[in-house]
């Protein structure tokens, strides 16, 4: 008994008596937690803050042990996450509203890694694409994805285009071959921070243009996922902490770039340096919230609303995202306090 209330004044000491806690980078604990991060993809520019943190020991003086995976493909994050092999994964907004639809309703987005679609439609100059109103008669390659679909439906629609004259057809992941080879007059899926910018550093004069100027409502294409019945009192705490190092792993990306690149390349050395540098420039503005006010990695639940919304009317999803618990949680950010409940919707 003895031990037991030993133990629970200290848990509330820890906690400051019911208070969220907010562990600062000082000194490294003498012992660390164990903390598995599952990646959407290999490493690259969109990680470059995620390795800033754990090359600078971001990590280790918020006290975890953070093991960065690189998944199998990008469609195995969010299962290997039900399956409890990751304490948190990166996804993408809708790929997460999909599996809650599919009854994955305890995975839960606790924060934006990237705060804009890098999806892009995109074009090489040698096409004859200069706008969404050319792809009248044109054959559009996209990754097979259902969503990239009604991407291009949506496109059409405020292009004014019928979508009956353009031609879509599924490459996988080889969107730039297929332009390349002249498969395709375009493409829908490729990434303009990545792809777009490995274009422009070919030569190719890639036109790229980005869902939210198309008509597609705005979303967070990449997220921290996380396992509901995990976050309890310590695994509340372990996110807390990772997502509060990662904060400060961008922040020192922003102020010098070279420590995400560097420690990305330690990471892949099959990784071009040239590459890397210029995809991590062209994307850090899209790591902060628009609003700087705001802490990294915040999710804004109008854009979340109007996303999964689109998605409910393009018969995306099965269930009204309008009820039920929110896909999407903001209280393990920075500075930010307890979530006031599931919510009403998305």
């Known amino acids: 008994m003895k031990r037991v209330l030993v133990a629970v004044l200290a848990a509330l000491l820890v906690t400051g008596c019911g208070e969220k806690a907010e562990p600062g980078p000082g000194s490294t604990p ?4 164990p903390f598995t991060l599952i990646l959407d993809y290999f490493p690259n520019a969109d990680h470059a ?3 800033a943190a754990q090359a600078a020991g971001e990590y280790r003086k918020a006290g975890l042990d953070v093991k960065i995976v690189v998944p199998p493909d990008p469609a195995a994050p969010l299962k290997l996450l039900r399956a409890g092999r990751a304490d948190a994964v990166i996804s993408y907004e809708p790929e997460l509203l999909l599996a809650r639809d599919q009854g994955a309703t305890n ?5 934006a890694l990237v705060q804009a679609p890098l999806t892009s439609l995109m074009a090489i100059g040698s096409s004859k694409v200069r706008s969404p109103k050319d792809l009248a008669g044109k054959r559009v390659a996209t990754a097979g994805i259902a969503y990239q679909s009604a991407y291009l439906k949506t496109i059409l629609a405020k292009a004014g285009v019928d979508p009956g004259t353009v031609k879509e057809t599924s490459v996988g992941f080889n969107l730039v071959p297929a332009m390349l080879s002249k498969k395709a007059d375009a493409t ?3 990434f303009w921070n990545y792809e777009g910018v490995d274009l422009r550093l070919r030569g190719r004069d890639p036109r790229i243009f980005r869902m939210e100027d198309l008509g597609v409502p705005t979303y967070d ?3 921290f996922a996380a396992r509901r019945q995990d976050l309890d009192q310590v695994g509340a705490s372990k996110l807390r902490r990772f997502l509060q190092a990662t904060a400060r792993g961008h922040q020192l990306l922003r102020r010098d770039p070279s420590v995400g690149v560097d420690a990305l390349l330690e990471a892949d050395d099959g990784l071009s340096r040239k590459l890397q540098e210029a995809a991590v420039k062209e994307t850090l503005p899209v790591f902060f919230p628009s609003d700087a006010k705001r802490p990294f990695g915040w999710q804004d639940p109008d854009a979340w609303r109007a996303y999964a919304a ?3 009317e393009n018969k995306l999803l099965t269930r009204d995202p309008g009820t039920g618990a929110r896909p999407f949680t903001n209280e393990f950010l920075p500075g930010e306090g307890l979530d ?4 009403d919707g998305p």
């Open 30 to 33: 003498s012992r660390l937690e």
């Open 49 to 51: 803050g995620i390795y």
């Open 107 to 111: 995975l839960i987005s606790v924060g």
């Open 188 to 190: 829908l899926g490729a």
């Open 221 to 223: 294409e990449l997220i």
């Open 310 to 312: 689109w998605m409910f």
């Open 340 to 343: 006031p409940g599931p919510g």
